[in-house]
Every structure is written in C-alpha cells, then in structure tokens.
C-alpha cells in the first residue's frame, strides 16, 4: 500500500469520524436555520401565510420603535447582568479555588450550583415570592426597621437582573473556578520573587491568565440571557419587553412566524456579532 | 417450556393493553384551559368509553398557528373566542353543526350570537361559556365608589396597587368604552386617543400579565385592582379570600365568550358532536362554569339546577340580565385593525 492509498484511507476513516458530527449539525442546526431564513422572508397577511419573498418582515423591524427598544432593552440587561455575574462569581470562584481545602472543594462547588437543580420556572416564581410587596425581602427589612413602606421591587427590571443574576453567577463560578485551579502555585511565586504585592500579583498576573475562564463563562451568559423570555416575563411584569417576548408575541397572538423568524436573526446577529468583538478584542483563540 | 411461558407471562398483559387501547376511542379537543379539569370530562369519557385528549391553549393565534403544524384529521374538537368562530369558519376549519341536535332555546338569549355563529344559514358553533373583562378589586383597600366607575384604570389614587390582564382585545375594548366608543365601532383613527390613555393607564399600573400572573397578584395583595379582571379571577377564590370582589362600572364592561364546534375534518364527527352536547347539556355546563382553571357563566341557563346557591352567588346568577345589558361585545377588528391594535398594545407594554 504506497503513501497515497494510505492517505485516502485514513481521509475515509476521518469522515467516519467526523461524519456522525457533520450529519448533526446539518439536522439540527444548517436545516432549521436555512429554514428559518426562509420563513423570515415570507409574510403573514392576515390568515394567510403568503409565500413571496421580500425584507418587509426586516424593514419592519426598524420601522417599529417597540421592536428596535425591545432590543436596546435586551442589550442592556443582558451587559448588566453579565457584569453583575462576573464581579460576585470572581470572588466565589477564587475563595473556592483558593481558601476552601482541597477535600471540601467539590462540596462547595456542589452546594454552589445546587440551585442548577431546580427547574427555572420555578426558581423564578420563587424569587417573585422573596422580592414581592408583601415578600420575605420586604417583610425582613420592615421587621429590621429600615425601611417604613415596602420597595417596589418585583415586576421591574430589578427583579428581572436578580434573577437571571442568581442563576448566571452559578455558571461563571464553575468556569472561573476551572481555570483558577489549573494555574500553577509558581506564577504566585515568580511574581513575589520579582518583588510584587499580592493586590500587584492578582492583578498584573492572575486576573489575565483567567481571562479565558471569564470569557466563556461570559459569552454563555450572553447567550443564554439575551434569547431567554421566561425571566423577564415572570419577573418584570411586562413593564419592558425584551426581543425574546416580542418574538413570542409574534407566535402566540398572531401566529405570525415569518415575523418571529426575521426577529430571531437578527437576535443571531447580534449575538454573532458580539462574539466576533469578544474573540477579537481577547484573542478567544486562547480559550 | 419455560421460554414459552415466561413469553406467555409477559405477552399477555401487552395484549390486554393494547386490546383496551383499540377498544378505547380517542378525541382530540384544542380547548380553553377549564376543559382541562378532570371534574369536566371523566363523566363524559366514562360514559362512553372514550379518551378525550386535551391540548389548551391561550389566544386564537396560538391555536391557528397549532392547527396549522398539524395533519388533517388530527383535531376533532374546537373550543375557540366566540368572536373569531367567522374567521375560523372562513378558513373552512369548523363542520355545519346540526341545529335540532344542540340546545340553542335554553342559551341566555344575549349571548345566542347567531351573528357569529350562523353563516350563509348554517350553524358552525355554539356559545358555551361566557363571562366579564371589567375590574376585579380587594374590597377591604379599594373604596366601591371608585371602581364603580371606569376612571379608576387611571386613578392615581391607586398608583402602583393596579394590574392589567395582558390581553388587548378586551382591555383595550375597555379603553374604548372609556372614550365614549362602542367596542364594535373602533376604528384606526381611534387608535392615537386609546394609545394616550393606555400610557396613562401604564404610568400608575404595578404590572401587565397574563391569567396566572394577574390571579396571583390580587391573590398575594401584591396589587388591589385587576383590570380587565372578572368573575373568571375571583370567583373560583371566594370561599378563601372573601375580600375579592369585581364589578361592573357605570360606563359598562366588556364580555366574553367561548364557543365550541367541530372540526371540518373530523374523522370522528359524531363522537365530536356528542361532546359537544355534553359541554352544552345542563350538568356539562355547571362543571365548565366552576372548573378549577377559572369560573365563569355557563350559556345554558338550565345548569342552575345543578349549581349550589353558594356557586350561583359567586358567579352572580341573579345580576346577569342588568350585566348583560350593560356590557358589550369583544372587539372584533379585521386582519389590517388587528395588527395596528396589537401594535399599540405592545407599545403599551414597553411604554
């Protein structure tokens, strides 16, 4: 068997391989997005779904106020809630990481995502319960006697961040928690061998090579929280509508998919985008 | 041997099973969430032997959109806003239903609405249920004179202590009534001065949501005032928050309904039609009136013999004709009004 036989047959063998994986995202990516590209260029008028192709559905988009500041709404609490996540699930992280003996590491860790095990729905409900008028939040601070009438909390964009929050610093705990634990002690060692303070040596040293930690967990709550409707509309109270609601009403009061789907890729825009500026600005090819 | 018995052993419940299941036919209804209620359908699955499957779903769009992912054939059942029985029928989705077979001269005359119903002389559904979008309130917190009138939508007085049942046709229905026009006679140029009292309506409201959220925000105290509210958010609670009242204001309410009819392509249209009959005879109709999903006024007046009086009271059995004649129908926009309406209510809710 000469050298170019034995290319072809470990070719063949890679696409064995990869096949399963390529077949994959053909069926459950490629297709439906193709799809859903399609729709979006299609229009409902009416009862009737009219299958001629234009951009009416992506001039409409732009045309409409609420639909645009349903977006700038979705950016904002998505940055909000992805900074809040990252400050509280740092220090997590790190006294984990750092201060929790080895043994009782996977204890901690473990108890830190226990609210994982809860089904979202109903962790969002339960946070209704803690910050409504007549809550356990509201209930303990007039018990405390520091405030005289109960905040207005549920139903607010307040509400909404605390709960995507809650949920958003257990994932960032695990992904900085993984890239902390794999940095070697003799970075810390070096860097007070060259005559740094602590503050200097988290700074200068350990902040940046856990970058790519922060990063993924980052971008996951990106994305997750920029296309989730659940949390906003148990916890906000329809008082602003994120892109995500906007695109369920399109579905649920009018059937019109065409307008949901146009409204979907543009979200998809915008998330691509975001990654592409993420994996630009920290070189992501490190992750 | 012992294969053949251990086969045998196993072999023979699966047979049973699937013998009962062949024996057992099936219905498939797309309802409202009341018909979801055990209490509802097992006398009638049990006296003819049938399995009925129940799909709910919130807002017509959401069931076009749900028939529409499906085969012919599929659906036997529709439970839909009576308002939309033209637009379902025009898409040749509902069967002519046959008039001697359904109790039309027992319905409360008011809501017969043949109008809706009856097309080219054909009947395709029939009103099973209908009730008020009007205010629902806390009696102990909220003064009855002011929700006695509709201004109480926007009365600073209540700010930040008012929900608002997210659904535009029968809020916005409301609004209308409050600018001094007929529910049936809103028009695109209506649409800035109901927008401007929307905002206002927002600007001292504590929510906007749908039946769970809107019920267990007056429920918890956590709002006073549900508008858009009715006998369908407080009266399945009023043995354990008596406090909970709602009312008709002055100006009027706006009222619902729901009809049923059968699917075109039914492959079983007789067994639709007799649950059709079931929902509409008199003991049907008093377990849809009080179903746990939500109470509210059964069609057939003849399911007062089958309420208590404590049941007839919550639902306010003996106010119904001045409530029928104070309130008037769901908006009923075309396909163009509709979407400019549902443009101003999302405004609404990002306002």
Known sequence: ?287 | MKKITLTTLFTIPLVICAGGAIAQEELNALVWCDHTDPGFVEPFEQANNVKVNLKDYEGTGTALSLIEQSQPGDWDVFVVDGIDVPRVVEAGLLAPLPEDALPTADLFPEIVMPENHVIDGKTYAITEKFGYNTISYNSNTVDAADVADISVMWNEKYKDRIAIYDYYLPVMGLVAMSLGIDTADIQESDLPAMRDRLFEMKDVSRQVGEVVSSQTAIATGEVDILVGGGEWVTAGLTSELPHLDWVIPEQGAVRWSQSVGVFADSKKPDLALKFVQYILSPEGQARLATSSCYWAMPANSKAADHLTDQQKKALRWDDQAAYLANAQLYPAPDAELDAKMQDVWTEFLQH
């Open chain 1, 1 to 287: 068997m000469g050298p170019a036989s034995r290319n072809a047959t470990g070719d063949s063998r890679g696409w064995v391989f990869v096949g399963p994986a390529v077949l994959w995202t053909l069926a459950f990516f490629v297709v439906p997005f193709v799809v859903m590209v399609g729709y979006s260029l299609w229009q409902r008028e009416g009862t009737e779904l009219v299958r001629a192709w234009s951009l009416a559905n992506y001039a409409g988009f732009f045309d409409k106020p609420h639909f645009v500041e349903g977006l700038v709404n979705s950016l904002e609490i998505t940055a909000l809630v992805t900074v809040i996540s990252i400050v509280l699930a740092y220090p997590l992280a790190w006294i984990i990481a750092e201060r929790v003996p080895r043994r009782w590491q996977r204890l901690a860790l473990l108890l830190a995502i226990l609210p994982f095990w809860t089904s979202y729905v109903v962790r969002s409900y339960a946070w209704l319960l803690v910050l409504s008028r007549g809550g356990y939040l509201n209930q303990w601070l007039m018990g405390a006697g520091l405030i005289e009438s109960p905040l207005e909390i549920a139903a607010t964009r307040i509400a909404t961040v605390t709960g995507f929050v809650h949920f958003f610093v257990m994932l960032l705990t695990l992904t900085i928690y993984a890239n902390l634990v794999q940095l070697s002690p003799n970075y810390r060692r070096a860097a007070a061998d060259l005559g740094a303070g602590p503050l200097r040596t988290f700074w200068q040293v350990i902040l940046p090579l856990t970058l790519p930690g922060i990063m993924v967990g980052a971008f996951l709550t990106f994305v997750l929280c920029i296309g989730d409707y659940i949390t906003p509309q148990i916890l906000g109270g329809n008082n602003e509508l994120v892109l995500p609601q906007i695109i369920m009403l399109q579905i649920t009061r009018r059937a019109d998919f065409p307008t949901a789907a146009a409204l979907s890729i543009v979200l998809m825009v915008v998330v691509t985008l975001a990654y592409i500026a993420a994996a630009r600005w920290l070189r992501m090819e490190r992750v």
